[in-house]
């Protein structure tokens, strides 16, 4: 059975929100239960804007019809709501309040009895539809094949007028429906003329390279909404209409009206953690330097233990349109403990996005550190041979609310003087954003980097100290100080890395919201975790507050398995989620 409750007040009180422990589920549906709420919730929210608040048996009336909906679009077709009315004391003297109880038996789930196509022929793929036959019968399955089916003929055909819709026959006797998918598609075409307007200091035949709209082909949809993602990820443009013209020969011709953003941008930042203190950044872009989006960087950045200085020079549409060359130089001087670096390191990668969300990334490095351990102060010269592939579905960067990442990288490493042995960097990333509810997000994360010889005779323990693992700070084990945790505890870099976060987002108004996570880092010279003798925990809670751009993130993190040397908690100031 399942129960709403909620309070709807004879006098003039405003209706209340509808709590989610005045729910009951038979049988127990708790996604179901949530989704009846969010209904309800919002036809009382819709009243109130208007200024009505029905008596009891009024308001009774339009939930039941809201949450038939619900269920209905769930695959419950059957299902019998009951209500009743309670009257209770209210919060003033001689104010009586009435509790509508819902109580509704879902009933059986119906079922997907068969699928048909009419309109066209048309060869499907194995993986059409998802909600075949035996599946429920649910309005989102239903329309998210709707959707799929006429992205696979718009793919398939040359339609300029093409419309898909759905007709649902209920077979009650046998607790499903027949799925009849109906296709209307006239007009094959072929693509015609691309043109711009408002396009002035950017290259016209980029933009045409950029959309990969090709006269004479296919006339496709999909392409189109394909060219205009292009068109904006070129950073150039703050807003991409286009216009279909067909004409009678059957070439459709698109126009683009562009409308460009400021190409010039100055940034600066201000962060604090209690390891580091204050830290400070500084950045200027130019993102269309010679009218192809070429995107000139030039950044800064400065902490009491560590300066850096970088020059990025992207370059989108780098032989291929689905290729951006990235060529970044880059200073640093670092001072852990009582060692010192100088690090300078020119690296040039290719970024090539084989979909939406897959990007491939090889090139090439040269790194020289200096770096002084104790009093002996050893040189190195290195060529790096970047090599990943990352997955990414997250469509907020700097506020993930839902999606999934994950990464695999490797990078040989050779010595040009001799003063390394040759090594791999491997790596291994995965993190996973999901929004329980419209205000709870629930993110983890869990990272393996590793240090591998090239054969039996090389010996990692003359590679860089600089490229050897550390653990501790605001990016990997929150309350312990910035890469203060190597092995078994100490400040010695190790070859192993395995780290992993758990947070729960939580966002309480419009502009505030807060954080409690936990961390964990392992440092040693064995791969296997299970192995790994020393892991190092932190937890903590932390408040953010959420700008136009990104939120501003304010950490309180606590050793949990500290050593004598930690502090009691570390506090970390910084623009963007932790990860």
């Given at each position: 059975m399942l129960a709403f409750a909620a309070l709807v007040p004879t006098q003039a009180a405003e209706l209340p929100t509808v709590a989610r422990n005045d729910i009951e589920v038979s049988p127990g549906n708790r996604g179901l239960r949530n989704d009846l709420r969010d209904q309800l919730q919002g036809y009382r929210d819709s009243l109130r804007s208007i200024g009505l608040n029905p008596r009891a048996s009024r308001l009774a009336q339009g939930e039941r019809e809201q949450m038939r909906q619900v269920l209905e679009s769930n695959g419950y077709y059957e299902a019998e709501i009951i209500h009743r009315v309670i009257e209770e004391a209210g919060e003033t003297e001689g104010e009586v309040q009435e509790r509508v109880q819902y109580r509704v038996d879902t009933g059986p789930e119906y079922q997907v009895l068969s699928v048909r196509v009419e309109g066209v022929e048309v060869t499907l793929p194995d993986t059409w539809p998802l909600s075949g036959e035996g599946e429920p019968l649910v309005a989102e399955a239903i329309l998210a094949?709707?959707?799929?089916?006429?992205?696979?003929?718009?793919?398939?055909?040359?339609?300029?007028?093409?419309?898909?819709?759905?007709?649902?026959?209920?077979?009650p006797e046998n607790d499903g429906g027949e799925v009849t998918y109906q296709v209307s598609a006239a007009d094959p075409s072929t693509q015609g003329k691309v043109s711009f307007t408002g396009q002035e200091g950017v290259d016209e035949a980029f933009l045409r390279r950029q959309t990969a709209l090709r006269e004479g082909v296919c006339f496709?949809?999909?392409n189109i909404d394909q060219a205009i993602i292009n068109l904006y990820e070129t950073q150039l443009f703050s807003a991409v209409r286009r216009n279909l013209n067909r004409s009678e020969d059957g070439s459709v011709d698109v126009s683009f009206e562009l409308t460009q953003r400021e190409p010039r941008t100055l940034s600066a930042g201000i962060g604090w953690d209690t390891d580091q203190g204050i830290g400070l950044k500084a950045g200027w872009e130019h993102r269309n330097l010679a009218g192809r989006a070429q995107w000139l960087e030039l950044g800064a950045e400065w902490q009491r233990d560590r300066q850096s200085g970088n020059i990025q020079l992207t370059l989108p549409g780098f032989l291929d349109a689905r290729n951006t060359l990235v060529w970044n130089n880059s200073l640093t001087h670092e001072t852990p403990d009582d060692d010192e670096f100088y690090i300078g390191e020119s690296r040039a990668t290719i970024d090539r996005r084989a979909s939406r969300n897959d990007t491939y990334r090889y090139g090439v490095a040269y790194r020289r550190s200096d770096e002084r351990v104790g009093d002996e102060w050893n040189t190195f010269s290195l060529i790096r041979i970047p090599l990943a592939y990352e997955y990414d579905s997250v469509p907020n960067d700097f506020n993930p609310q839902k999606g999934l990442r994950y990464s695999v990288g490797l990078e040989p490493v050779w010595s040009l003087n001799g003063s390394s042995d040759p090594f791999y960097v491997g790596n291994l990333g995965w993190s996973s954003f999901r929004d329980l509810t419209d205000e709870l997000v629930l993110a983890n994360r869990l990272e393996w980097t590793s240090l591998w010889p090239f054969n039996d005779s090389a010996d990692l323990d003359r590679i860089p100290t600089s490229d050897r693992l550390l653990g501790g700070g605001g990016g990997s084990a929150r309350g312990y100080p910035y890469r203060s945790i190597g092995l078994e505890g100490s400040d010695v870099g190790g070859t192993h890395q395995w780290q992993g976060s758990l947070e729960l987002r939580g966002q309480l108004s419009e502009n505030w919201g807060a954080v409690l996570f936990g961390d964990a880092v392992s440092i040693s010279e064995d791969w296997n975790p299970a192995e790994q003798s020393e892991w190092y925990y932190g937890a903590g809670f932390g408040v953010r507050y959420f700008t136009r751009f990104a939120p501003i993130r304010f950490d309180l993190g606590f050793p949990i398995n500290g050593r004598d040397s930690d502090p009691a908690f570390q506090i970390y100031i910084s623009l963007g989620q932790s990860f």
């Open positions: 094949d709707q959707s799929e089916l006429q992205t696979i003929i718009d793919s398939d055909s040359c339609y300029f007028t093409l419309n898909v819709s759905h007709e649902v026959r209920l077979q496709s949809r999909a």
